[in-house]
């Protein structure tokens, strides 16, 4: 099992940053990628920014150049600097980590129960 929670959410006013951070334990070994995926009301989950175990990033194109991923060794936290926060970032913002299982030929998703950042305009 992993265990994921979020901190660093809160309220900020356009233009400025904030640091989400992710703790993962448990089996964080077999972890393959964690990401940072958000929620705005009335709108479905998408994807923010993604990091592999290779050190590969991925991002929204809507937050590139804003945003950056990063985590520390063994996947023991995965960080979300978020600058030049916009209105339209308002979200609920979750963890989410990766787990490639061979026995069952499937991925295994884990989540946190996410971290709320409203960006006032």
């Known amino acids: 099992q992993v265990q994921l929670v979020e901190s660093g959410g809160g309220l900020v006013q356009a233009g400025g940053s904030l640091r989400l951070s992710c703790i993962a334990s448990g089996s964080i070994f077999s972890i393959d990628a964690m990401g940072w995926y958000r929620q705005a009301p009335g709108k479905q989950r998408e994807l923010v920014a993604k990091i592999t175990r290779n050190g590969s990033t991925n991002y929204a194109d809507s937050v590139k150049g804003r945003f950056t991923i990063s985590r520390d060794n063994a996947w023991g936290t995965v960080y979300l600097q978020m600058n030049s926060l916009k209105p339209e970032d308002t979200g609920r913002y979750y963890c989410?980590?990766?787990?490639?299982?061979?026995?069952?030929?499937?991925?295994?998703?884990?989540w946190g129960k996410g971290t709320l950042v409203t960006v006032s305009s």
């Open positions: 989410n980590a990766h787990q490639w299982v061979v026995v069952i030929r499937n991925g295994l998703d884990y």
